[in-house]
């Protein structure tokens, strides 16, 4: 590990998806120091905050990573008011979601994560409903299946559905967007007038698809959703068609996570969604 600092302190954090993290502090600065067993997890991590800050889109700075530890700058956080927080959100999530790419491609240029799942990115995709069902529905819900989690009539339903998003989901007005793909509150600090994003689950895709799954843990409310509407006005069918559907990815990576407290509401989307 690299700094050119002498280290005063290493102190532990907080407790990770995939280890454990440390705040580092060097004589004139403080970094966060992210810990895992050695795998290829931190260097994905690294390519995407990277690009995140090409397209110019406030994240950490990557010091130095390796197979099992990843080194950020320290962001200090400076909590304002639920509205000044909001706003600040509002800005930085409408700027990441004007990102596009020139193929007009869902997923990514390479393989992604998000917690201590791969997220398959296969650049031949162009339909963004099959994209949806068979690399982000359909392989979150074969681990929760194999983990026991969910029985197979909830697999089978969940099935049936991804083979028929392209009835449900009006695609003519949708064009890939760059998501967080994580977007919770703990992803997202605060200070002045101004976010940082961190823990980035990169993909291109419906931009709604992130509203849902910020809508579904109530992470920001009315000031949020009315300035972004401003910039990217919410479609017709949002609450009606996309937030059930687009909730069930995150809603499967958490019963993956946390096991059978989410699957009853799983089966509450699925009941609405009548599959």
Same mark, same amino acid.
Request: charged share 25%.
């Given at each position: ?11 532990? =954090? ?13 004589? $004139? *600065?403080? #970094? @966060?120091? /992210?810990? +895992? ?93 099959? =994209? ?13 299946? $194999? *983990?026991? #989690? @969910?029985? /197979?009539? +909830? ?121």
């Amino acid at each position: 590990m690299f700094l050119e600092s002498e280290i005063v302190s290493i102190d532990f =954090f907080t407790k990770g998806q995939i280890g454990d993290i440390y705040k580092v502090e060097t004589v $004139d *600065k403080s #970094y @966060i120091l /992210k810990t +895992s067993q050695p795998s290829n997890s931190f260097q994905i991590e690294s390519d995407m905050l990277e690009d995140l800050h090409r397209y110019n889109i406030r994240v950490p700075k990557v010091i130095t990573s390796s197979e099992s530890y990843l080194l950020l700058e320290y962001i200090k956080e400076q909590k304002r008011d639920q509205k000044r927080e909001e706003l600040a959100a509002a800005k930085i999530v409408s700027q990441l979601h004007a990102v596009t790419n020139e193929s007009r491609m869902y997923g990514y240029y390479y393989d992604t994560t998000i917690g201590p799942f791969l997220q398959k990115n296969e650049q031949t995709q162009y339909n963004w409903a099959l =994209f949806l069902g068979q690399m982000r529905i359909m392989p979150m819900a074969k681990i929760c299946y $194999d *983990k026991g #989690y @969910i029985g /197979k009539e +909830s697999l089978e339903s969940l099935e049936s559905l991804s083979q028929d998003l392209y009835k449900r989901i009006d695609m003519s007005v949708i064009t890939p967007s760059l998501l967080h793909g994580d977007l919770w509150s703990g992803n997202i600090l605060f200070h002045t007038n101004t976010a940082t994003l961190i823990d980035p689950a990169l993909y291109f895709g419906d931009r709604e698809m992130e509203l849902a799954f910020i809508m579904m843990f109530n992470t920001f409310g009315e000031t949020f959703f009315n300035a972004y509407n401003e910039v990217h006005p919410l479609s017709k069918d949002f609450y009606t068609v996309k937030v059930p559907i687009y909730q069930l990815y995150p809603l499967l990576v958490h019963i993956a996570l946390y096991g059978e407290i989410y699957v009853g509401e799983l089966k509450t989307i699925l009941k609405r969604l009548k599959v």
